[in-house]
């Protein structure tokens, strides 16, 4: 420990500087601009708990708090009884295909949330438009059971591989000894099995709750917080107070509602972790029964879990006009096939190359950084075992239950004011908020490394530079393909840090390039002139008088809580009133955009008339 400590810049300090970056110094920042009414961070001033006061009385916030809680909930009891009874079920002995079964299960996992959300929603509308039931941007409950339903189809795989190490490592002795005792399989589960797997457990249950709790990316894609935002997240929720929300004071409260946020998350992560931190021939027959009905299970729903993918891919084949809510699950025929059409307009107009380039540059640079840095840095963590070191430790654990939200708005404005917004200065953010991960999967891997190999090493005449890299890092090469994945997978798929961070008129990755078919953000002097017109009429109407109660009721029927609440705020605010023109911002999507445009019409007739 003594001979590493002069070590420290090399090993602690690239890792720290990038953390500091790309975490500590705008978490401190956001909380600070918590208590900030402000537009840049520079002209923040401070204006107590009001940002507080006005985040816990916004309705939506409420509504998008008890919506997340019901969706992580039910979401995690689901993910974990499902995974696990798959992966007890898959280490069965004498099973075939396990696998090509484990393999089909995991391959979700491997798609980004943007375009998890863009497969779901062609397939959930296309059911509901086949039933007669409204589509899915104006059912809140097909939109709940959605999200349900894709985060299932993600998540279930990667814990089933968690709970499959968990159940191989249990000692074949104690399962022996419990059959000897006359112990039936299921008892045998509850009593051994179980108990034994509780550290297996906590993991799997500390990752679904927080993903639950921080999930955005699939709620942008698949609802976008449609109908109304009676489906948006709180992460998606608090995006849309910080860039969505016209007047001076949202983003001061979209701030706040962040903190807010990383309390609750940090809070129900610590409680859970606590909870479940404390914790002959006939039979030969019997078991072939099982294993050939559990291979023809595992078949059909293997073929079940992969049918979304083969039935995107088979729509990439079709003409644009054959695809649509009744169609999408139509088989190829001569009138829709496209050929290669469809792929070579992506390659060829959409950019598709360009963005693939800079994905790869910044996922091959990003995770060979983390590799690197965060290995050295966790070793010497571990080794020094200081109090500064142990200090940076708790630090790298803590972050990594911080919802991104939390620090979105300073970490984009900070990578502007440094010029770390290009595809190559990226990866320094990268490195530097994903090093709570990597650091602390390094760390629990270096605590079993017998500390006499290194030893023998530095008698030998090894400087601390070759211990690591000739002793340590050939035994640490298990978590580095572990850690590698999980980096791999987070940075490749990431859409909101480089949609947030990059200069978009110059460097898109693949996530941000994909434009799906999704609720997004219009102003009403977008759409035709009269509508314009509208705006300048109600702008004139509620500067001039206070609307009646008449005028009131037909801006509530438009299907905008956001903008109804805008409206309601700006009466209140007359400081907020000086801007030339106020963007009323709405939500809409191409399917039910006849149904809003109608209201519209309603609404400017009563004005005009």
Not at 62 to 71: E, G, I, K, M, P
Not at 361 to 381: H, K, N, R
Not at 543 to 554: D, I, T, V, W
């Amino acid at each position: 420990g003594k001979a590493l400590k002069r070590w420290w810049p090399l090993f602690m300090l690239p890792t720290c500087l990038a953390f500091m970056i790309g975490f500590v110094i705008p978490f401190i920042q956001g909380f600070y601009l918590s208590f900030c009414q402000f537009i840049t961070i520079n002209n923040a001033h401070f204006v107590g708990i009001e940002n507080y006061v006005r985040a816990l009385s916004d309705p939506q916030f409420s509504t998008s708090f008890f919506f997340t809680v019901a969706f992580a909930f039910l979401s995690t009891v689901l993910i974990n009884v499902i995974a696990l009874a798959i992966a007890q079920a898959l280490t069965r002995k004498a099973l075939k295909g396990t696998n090509i079964f484990r393999t089909i299960f995991f391959m979700p996992n491997l798609i980004g949330g943007i375009v998890l959300g863009y497969i779901w929603q062609i397939l959930i509308n296309c059911l509901l438009s086949n039933v007669g039931a409204q589509l899915i941007a104006l059912n809140s409950a097909a939109g709940f059971w959605g999200l349900i339903i894709l985060t299932l189809w993600q998540q279930v795989g990667y814990m089933m591989i968690i709970y499959i190490a968990g159940l191989q490592s249990i000692p074949s002795d104690y399962i022996e000894a419990a059959k000897v005792d006359g112990a039936t399989a299921w008892q045998t589960f509850w009593k051994v099995k179980i108990p034994n797997l509780m550290p297996t457990i906590t993991i799997c249950l500390f990752l679904s709750i927080t993903n639950g709790f921080k999930l955005f990316d699939q709620n942008l894609a698949l609802t976008g917080g449609a109908p109304a935002h009676s489906t948006e997240m709180l992460a998606l929720n608090i995006y849309n107070t910080f860039y969505s929300r016209a007047g001076i004071a949202w983003q001061g409260i979209g701030q706040a509602k962040a903190v807010i946020f990383c309390i609750l998350v940090v809070a129900i992560s610590m409680i859970q972790l606590k909870a479940t931190g404390q914790g002959g021939a006939a039979v030969m027959k019997r078991d072939k029964a099982i294993n050939r009905a559990l291979s023809i299970f595992f078949t059909i729903l293997s073929l079940a879990w992969i049918y979304p993918v083969f039935m995107i891919a088979l729509n990439s084949f079709k003409k644009a006009t054959a695809i649509s809510t009744t169609t999408a699950f139509d088989l190829l025929t001569p009138e829709t096939f496209n050929g290669l059409a469809n792929y070579v307009h992506a390659l060829n107009e959409q950019g598709f190359a360009s963005a693939f380039m800079y994905s790869l540059i910044i996922t091959v640079t990003s995770v060979v950084l983390i590799l690197v840095c965060c290995s050295m840095c966790a070793w010497y963590v571990v080794r020094v075992n200081s109090k500064i070191s142990n200090f940076f430790y708790y630090l790298f654990v803590f972050s990594m239950v911080v919802p991104f939200q939390m620090l979105m708005f300073t970490l984009s404005n900070l990578a502007d004011r440094i010029g770390f917004n290009t595809p190559f200065n990226i990866c320094f953010i990268y490195l530097g908020f994903g090093a709570g991960l990597a650091v602390f999967m390094f760390a629990g891997f270096v605590k079993n490394i017998p500390l006499e190999i290194e030893e023998a090493a530095m008698i030998d005449g090894c400087n601390p530079v070759q211990v690591f890299f000739k002793i340590v890092l050939p035994i640490m090469k298990p978590t580095y393909l572990s850690v590698g994945i999980l980096e791999t997978m987070w940075v490749w798929n990431d859409y909101l840090l480089p949609y947030l961070t990059l200069d978009s008129t110059k460097y898109k990755t693949i996530p941000i390039l994909i434009d799906v078919p999704r609720p997004f953000k219009k102003t009403l002097s977008g759409y035709k002139e009269q509508e314009k017109n509208l705006l300048d009429l109600i702008y004139q109407k509620y500067l001039g008088s206070p609307l009646n109660a008449k005028e009131k009721q037909l801006l509530k029927e438009i299907d905008d809580d956001m903008l109804w609440f805008d409206l309601t705020h700006l009466l209140n605010e007359p400081q907020e009133r000086e801007a030339p023109e106020i963007h009323i911002t709405i939500d809409y999507t191409v399917r039910a955009f006849e149904e809003t445009e109608k209201k519209y019409l309603e609404l400017y007739s009563f004005f005009t008339h």
